[in-house]
C-alpha cells in the first residue's frame, strides 16, 4: 500500500440500487484505503457534509437512476462553496457517454461503467494522488481538463 | 499545522483537517494541551456491543434525544482496519441519518488503524480537541470485540452496553469483563421472541455479585419503544456525574499501551522478532531501558 486515502462512497437521489457501490467500497478497502460508505438516498447537502467531517481525499458518487447530470454538478457546487475544491470526485454507475464531457467539464476526473476492474480504479486513484502530489489541478474545483480515460 | 482561529470559529473543515493530524501523528497530545490549556472535559459516552446488536441504531435514537435540546455533539464511530490491507470500511454512517442533517453534530467515521483493541491509540487526543472546542456531548459507538474493549471505559465517563436475544447462553453473561463496567445495560430487539429471557438472564448474573448492578432496560429500535426510560436513566447518570469505576486501573493500562504503541523503536523491536533475532525478553527489556 502506497498511501492510505479516505474515500467517500456516495448514494445521491433516489436510486435504490447499490451493489455497485459496496463492491467498489470493498475493492478500495481491500487496496488498503478507509472508506466510508453513506447509504442509500443522500442528498447532496448530506454528501457534502460526509466530505467535510470525514476529511475525504476522493469522492466517489454511484448514479443508476439518470439523475447524475443534476445532481452530480450539484454536488461539485456545494463542495466548492464549502472550500473543498482540492476533493477530487469521480463517478460510477450508468452513466451514457454523451453525458460524460459535461461532466468532466464540471470537475468529475473519472467516470466508470459497468465492467470497470479494480486495477482502473487504483490506476485512476494513482494517476490522481500523483497530480495531487506534484501540485498538479486535480481536485474537483480546481481549474483543469484533466480526466482519467 | 492546525488552523487555531479556525478551530475556535467553529469551522467544520479545520476540526476534521485537525482530527486527521492526529490521526496521523502529527498532532499529539502535547501539542493540544500547550494550544488549549484548561480543558473542561466533556461528557463523555461510550456505546458498545457485539456486532449486530443495534448499536448504531440505538445511537441514532440517542442523537435525535441530544439534538432536541440543541446541545453540541460529537459522534465518533469507530471500526476496525483490515489487519491484511490497512484498509477499512466505515458504515455507521449509514444507520445514523439524522447526523448528517444538523450544523449542531458532527459525526467523523474512526478507523482503529492496525494497534491492539478496538479504539484508537490516539482518541483520548481527539476527545480533548472536541472538549476544547465545546463540544458538550461526545458519544463513541465502537465494537465490543470482547475483553480488550474494557479500554472504551478508560476514555469514556459513562458506557452502555447493548445485548440482543440469542446472542450468547447463560455462559456469555457470566463471563466477566466489559459487562461490569457498564453503567447501563441494553436488551435491544425487545419485540424478538427471547428477549425477556435474555434480561432475566443478565439480572440474574449481577444478583450474585452483590456490588454492582446497572439498570438493565429493554429497547426495541425497530418498533422505537424503551427509550424514553433510557433517556430518563442517561439523565439521572449525567446528573449524578460520577465515572464508572476501576477506571484508573484502566486508564493506566492503556496509557501504558500507548507509550508501547508509541515507542520510537517499536518498528524496529518488531522487525526483529518477527525475523527471530530477539527473544520476546531481550525485546522488552530493549524497549524498557529507552522508555
Known amino acids: ?149 | 499545522m492546525m488552523d487555531l482561529i479556525k478551530l475556535k470559529s467553529g469551522d467544520r473543515r479545520a476540526l476534521s483537517k485537525t482530527i486527521s493530524m492526529i490521526e496521523s501523528g502529527e498532532i499529539n497530545s502535547a501539542i493540544i494541551k500547550e494550544k488549549f490549556p484548561n480543558i473542561k472535559t466533556a461528557e463523555i459516552w461510550a456505546i458498545t456491543g457485539s456486532p449486530g446488536v443495534g448499536k448504531s441504531c440505538i445511537c441514532e435514537y440517542i442523537i435525535g434525544d441530544w439534538l432536541k435540546n440543541n446541545q453540541k455533539i460529537a459522534v465518533l464511530a469507530v471500526d476496525p482496519s483490515s489487519p491484511l490491507s490497512g484498509g477499512a470500511l466505515l458504515g455507521d454512517r449509514i444507520r445514523i441519518n439524522n447526523s448528517d442533517n444538523s450544523d449542531n453534530i458532527f459525526f467523523r467515521s474512526l478507523a482503529t488503524r492496525g494497534q491492539s483493541g478496538a479504539i484508537p491509540s490516539n482518541i483520548s487526543d481527539i476527545l480533548d480537541l472536541l472538549s476544547a472546542l465545546n463540544f458538550e456531548k461526545i458519544l463513541i459507538e465502537t465494537v465490543g470485540a470482547g475483553q480488550a474493549e474494557v479500554r472504551v471505559a478508560a476514555v469514556s465517563q459513562y458506557l452502555l452496553l447493548v445485548e440482543a436475544p440469542d446472542s450468547g447462553d447463560m455462559l456469555q453473561a457470566e463471563k466477566a469483563g466489559l459487562m461490569e463496567l457498564a453503567d447501563i445495560l441494553l436488551v435491544n430487539k425487545s419485540d424478538l421472541e427471547r428477549a425477556n429471557e435474555k434480561a432475566e438472564q443478565l439480572s440474574l448474573a449481577f444478583q450474585l455479585s452483590s456490588n454492582h448492578s446497572p439498570p438493565i432496560l429493554m429497547v426495541s429500535a425497530k418498533q422505537n419503544s424503551g427509550f424514553e426510560e433510557l433517556f430518563l436513566e442517561m439523565e439521572k447518570l449525567s446528573k449524578s456525574g460520577k465515572n464508572h469505576k476501576i477506571k484508573s486501573r484502566i486508564s493506566l493500562s492503556f496509557a501504558w499501551e500507548n507509550l508501547l504503541w508509541n515507542h520510537k523503536d517499536v518498528s524496529k523491536v518488531l522487525e526483529k522478532l518477527e525475523s527471530e533475532q530477539i527473544t520476546l525478553d531481550e525485546a522488552i527489556n530493549h524497549l524498557k531501558e529507552e522508555l
Open chain 1, 1 to 149: 500500500m502506497d498511501e492510505r486515502l479516505r474515500i467517500i462512497i456516495a448514494k445521491p437521489g433516489l436510486d435504490g440500487h447499490d451493489r455497485g457501490a459496496k463492491v467498489v467500497a470493498r475493492a478500495l478497502r481491500d487496496a488498503g484505503h478507509e472508506v466510508i460508505y453513506t447509504g442509500l438516498r443522500r442528498t447532496p447537502e448530506e454528501i457534502v457534509r460526509t466530505v467535510i467531517d470525514e476529511d475525504a481525499d476522493f469522492l466517489g458518487l454511484s448514479s443508476l437512476s439518470g439523475a447524475h447530470n443534476f445532481l452530480i454538478p450539484k454536488i461539485v457546487e456545494l463542495l466548492v462553496a464549502s472550500d473543498c475544491n482540492d476533493v477530487i470526485v469521480f463517478a460510477g454507475g450508468i452513466i451514457p457517454e454523451k453525458d460524460r464531457g459535461n461532466l468532466f467539464s464540471k470537475g468529475v476526473r473519472a467516470i466508470f461503467g459497468p465492467g470497470t476492474s479494480s486495477t482502473q480504479m487504483s490506476d485512476f486513484i494513482g494517476s490522481a494522488v500523483k497530480r495531487r502530489d506534484e501540485s498538479l489541478p486535480v481536485g474537483c474545483g480546481e481549474d483543469s481538463d484533466w480526466h482519467w480515460d
